[in-house]
């Protein structure tokens, strides 16, 4: 149990365009969702924090009109990099958590690979 | 700051010796600590945390880690390591459960 997809895996995208990756729990109902992001051979860092049906927090330093959030339902949260910069490179990876087990541990996605080109 | 130390970025052990990951913490309160492991293609996957209570927790997979508030540390450690063991471990510090800091990550290699 508790498994959590991201998709795609991996995306190139070119400079100036916008990439959606998809954050999904299969088998809870995730009501608070995490973004990171992990450049190589770094720690994860966490960009934001979002529960389903309000916005999301973002931490400081992260450009929210650039990495938006959506966490519209409690399976599924998408991060969309809009106008990707070369910079912008970099392994993404969502988490998810459901409040109503008790257990109030995150569970991780797999990551997406993001390559601006 | 609040900020996790993992002093060791890559270790290499032979298949069955014991190993010991180091983990340093700084942190303002007493903090939620946790050890992730993530292997190439799969999401990380918690090995143990400690909240309160026993500082020698077990974890999944024959880990265990102990805390040491005197040292500010949450060593990792298994007895006979083995060969799917390879991968990298990270170190969590936080609050809570929700905002982790993590460590840079130590890369684990196993010889046979």
């Known amino acids: 149990g508790a498994v959590v997809s991201q998709h795609p895996s991996w995306v190139i995208c070119k400079s100036g365009t916008s990439v959606k990756i998809e954050c999904r729990s299969l088998?809870?109902?995730?009501?608070?969702m995490f973004w990171y992001r992990q450049f190589p051979k770094q720690s994860l860092m966490l960009m934001a924090t979002s529960n389903e049906g309000s916005k999301a927090t973002y931490e400081q330093g992260v450009e929210k009109d650039k990495f938006l959030i959506n966490h519209a339902s409690l399976t599924l949260s998408t991060l969309t990099v809009t106008s990707a910069h070369p910079e912008d490179s970099s392994f993404y990876i969502c988490s998810a958590r459901d409040q109503g087990t008790g257990l109030e541990e995150q569970y991780f996605g797999p990551g997406t690979r993001l390559t601006v080109t | 700051a609040q900020s996790v130390t993992q002093p060791d970025i890559h270790i290499t052990v032979s298949e069955g010796a014991s190993l010991e990951l180091r983990c340093n913490y700084s942190?303002?309160?007493?903090?939620?600590l946790f050890w992730y492991v993530q292997s190439p293609g799969q999401g990380l996957q918690l090995l143990l945390k400690y909240f309160s209570g026993d500082t020698l927790v077990q974890g999944i997979k024959g880990f265990e880690a102990e805390f040491k508030r005197s040292q500010s540390s949450f060593n990792l450690r298994k007895p006979s390591v083995h060969w799917s063991d390879a991968a990298e471990y990270f170190c969590a510090v936080g609050a809570n459960t929700d905002k982790l800091i993590f460590g840079t990550g130590t890369r684990l290699q196993v010889f046979p």
């Open positions: 088998d809870f109902q995730a009501t608070t």
């Open positions: 942190y303002g309160a007493t903090p939620y």
